[in-house]
């Protein structure tokens, strides 16, 4: 297949997609994979707990990669050592190298704030600030140089037709974006990681407090953000991990850190598992 | 059966005697306000009038009203909380979001706060009459009063205004951080406005015991009761003018007992006011519901 095909949305999914925001992404999803996020024996410590160990893993364009594992193996803390989100907790130590784009971002001239428009990040509870649903893309948007209100209304509105939202709130976006549902408020959060137009998505559980239905909505949409954005996703769920992802990583506990046991094309990873804890954690006889 | 029963009996009998001692309590919280209130209406409400409370005191107080006092009052105020609360807001903005309780800094500056917040009045009005009115040159002043009431407020203002902030969830914190926004960003845009009603609080404590203040004005402020003609003139506050009254001149109960009304007046206006617009700004600024 020649990899500088664009991919077109049919490939995809196969459903006619509103997207207007998020050009598809260069090459094909995954059957020639190019490394955009790579990390190099990435050690993280917090104070004189060990969090990671030595996890060294490529995360491919345009593919979603799950992370699985129990809790307390770093899934999250290797999701937020990506954007430096672990820059905030004050005694986190990290070793090794995280390369986006070929650029090191623990690099002295790397810029935190670009490195963060460019990795969005959605996290497991919604957090819409309690501001104006207007004004949840306003103050991001403003604080990266988009100052215009009609640029401004344009994008929201963009973002909000992407996640399938802006039918249910286009005629109340001065209200409380605290007022919406908690699916609604999700989607509200993933469209909000959108209008700062980033290549890649970090999320950590995103559906693990919303119930069945709202969780489903959030699943399909992140399905179909494959392909426009490179997305790498925690999850608990494991079914959800086997509908959705391309790739899956499988972290345990080992000596009391976190560490990376086995990554793989998803269908490998939940068929034919090559580590025996990976598929007694599959099948459900431990974890 | 027998047992059960008295466990039920148990159970009614301790609820009841709960519910009593909690209502008993809010009674007699509720009683002591109105106590004072009534005496002070009883004994100050019939020498209010317009004139009172514009006209300058004569013959001591005796006579005359306490114009002169209350502008005096609300200019030590506004000195006070003009240099208090920058200085307060961003030490609490630094030790919640900068700074780790556990570093030497926060340490020491929690430590000396807490000393701050212990010192007696009396303490802050020498402090305030060997620093401000004579090694700055300052003399007994509406600035140097106002100067050394900023002291006593800075402890009150920081811990609630960092306690506020602190109680803000860091979701919101990462949430901001993850959209690429800067610290302090969303210290102004985010933080600030969600801790507004805990500033509020803290700033009507601090006026309210800056408006009761009596011994550190005594050294520094002076108690000269003619209208203040500037910043550097001396000025009487009301709750030293109502000491001197019901302490120093005969027959000066009556203007003592209207003073007091004036001055409790004053400060559930001044919380009814402030309390309105705290809620309005921070209406403006977040949408909680």
């Known amino acids: ?287 | 059966m027998l047992k059960i029963n008295a466990m039920r009996w148990r159970h009614f009998y301790l609820d009841r005697l709960v519910q009593i001692f909690v209502y008993l309590a809010v009674f007699l919280v509720c009683a002591v306000f109105l106590w004072i209130l009534i005496d002070l209406l009883r004994g100050g409400f019939a020498h209010i009038s317009w004139g009172f409370l514009i006209e300058s005191p004569r013959d001591a107080g005796r006579a005359g009203g306490i114009g002169s006092i209350l502008v005096s009052t609300v200019l030590i105020l506004l000195v006070a909380l003009a240099a208090a609360l920058p200085l307060a807001w961003t030490a609490a903005a630094l030790l919640a979001e900068y700074v780790s309780t556990t570093s030497k800094l926060g340490i020491v500056v929690h430590y000396s706060l807490q000393v701050l917040a212990g010192v007696p009045s009396i303490v802050f009005g020498l402090f305030g009459n060997a620093f401000f009115s004579i090694y700055l040159g300052l003399g007994f002043s509406i600035l140097s009063g106002g100067l050394t009431l900023a002291c006593m407020l800075l402890p009150i203002l920081v811990s609630t205004a960092e306690a506020g902030l602190r109680a803000v969830p860091d979701s919101y914190r990462s949430a901001a951080a993850a959209l690429g926004m800067s610290r302090a960003a969303a210290l102004f845009h985010l933080l600030l406005p969600i801790a507004a009603p805990t500033l509020a609080a803290g700033l009507l404590l601090g006026i309210g015991r800056a408006v009761a203040e009596t011994a550190a004005l005594l050294f520094t402020s002076g108690y000269a009761d003619r209208m203040p003609g500037s910043l550097l003139d001396s000025g009487r506050a009301l709750a030293l003018h109502i000491f001197d009254l019901s302490m120093n001149v005969p027959g000066g109960d009556a203007p003592a007992y209207a003073s007091a009304l004036v001055l409790v007046a004053m400060l559930l206006c001044i919380n009814i006011f402030a309390m309105k617009l705290v809620q309005d700004w921070q209406r403006r600024r977040t949408i909680l519901e």
């Open chain 1, 1 to 287: 297949m020649n990899p500088n095909k664009p991919i077109t949305t049919q490939a995809i999914s196969g459903e006619e997609s509103g997207f207007t925001l998020g050009p598809l992404q260069m090459g094909p999803v995954c059957c020639d994979p190019q490394s955009v996020i790579q990390v190099e024996n990435l050690s993280l410590r917090y104070g004189d707990k060990t969090a990671l160990d030595k996890v060294t893993l490529d995360i491919y364009r345009g593919c979603i990669t799950a992370l699985i594992g129990p809790s307390g193996c770093g899934k999250t803390s290797f999701l937020s050592a990506i954007n430096r989100l672990t820059d905030l907790i004050p005694n986190c130590v990290i070793g090794g190298r995280i390369r986006v784009d070929g650029q090191d971002i623990h690099a002295t001239e790397s810029n935190v704030q670009a490195l963060r428009r460019k990795v969005g990040m959605v996290f497991q509870k919604p957090t819409p600030f309690p501001l104006s649903i207007r004004r949840n893309f306003s103050l991001p948007l403003r604080e990266h140089g988009v100052t215009r209100r009609s640029e401004i209304d344009a994008i929201s509105e963009q973002v909000l037709r992407d996640v399938g939202l802006w039918d249910e709130v286009c005629d109340r976006l001065d209200t409380a974006a605290l007022s919406l549902s908690g699916g609604q408020q999700q989607r509200l959060c993933i469209a909000r990681a959108l209008a700062l137009n980033p290549q890649i998505l970090l999320m950590d559980e995103p559906c693990s407090a919303l119930d069945p239905i709202a969780s489903g909505v959030v699943e399909d949409l992140i399905s179909r953000l494959r392909g426009r954005y490179t997305i790498v996703i925690v999850t608990h769920n494991l079914a959800q991990a086997r509908r959705i992802a391309n790739y899956a990583a499988f972290f345990w506990v080992k000596e009391r850190a976190g560490q990376l046991v086995e990554f793989g094309q998803c269908r490998h990873i939940f068929e034919t598992p090559t580590h025996q804890l990976t598929a007694a954690y599959i099948s459900g006889a431990r974890g």
